[in-house]
């Protein structure tokens, strides 16, 4: 990842063999942050993808590039200064060197944040 602290994983684990839950914590003083929309600060939707992504690498110990990425919907706009706190879930189906990913975000609330199907190939 280009910067390695604009999050902190707070928790990553399996939930089933098929499943991961992920949380963390998102660092509002971080300067990408003052550049995105200065005065009304907003986590950049990539950003989140790229969560997702590092969670997966680390959950499944590989590499991963993404290769498609569908029915990506942002639901909710992320302020670090009000939520900084986000919860990742993750299905994945793999086949062969292939990552089939069905993945929500949400606030402690419950609030959805974001939904995607995303593929990732082993590197």
Not at 11 to 27: G, I, M, P, Q, R
Not at 37 to 51: K, R
Not at 85 to 97: G, R, S, V
């Amino acid at each position: 990842m280009l910067f390695s602290d604009i999050y902190t994983v707070i928790d990553l684990h399996k939930t089933t063999d098929l499943s991961f839950e992920n949380c963390v914590k998102l660092n509002k003083n971080h300067i990408i942050f003052s550049g995105h929309f200065p005065e009304n600060s907003i986590t950049p939707g990539v950003l989140m993808l790229q969560i997702i992504k590092n969670s997966l690498e680390k959950a499944l110990q590989c590499k991963l590039t993404l290769k498609t990425l569908s029915n990506l919907k942002f639901l909710q706009i992320v302020d670090p200064n009000k939520n900084s706190i986000l919860h990742f879930q993750m299905d994945i189906k793999k086949e062969n060197d292939v990552i089939k990913v069905k993945s929500s975000s949400s606030f402690p609330d419950r609030t959805l944040v974001l939904k995607c199907n995303a593929t990732f190939v082993k590197k």
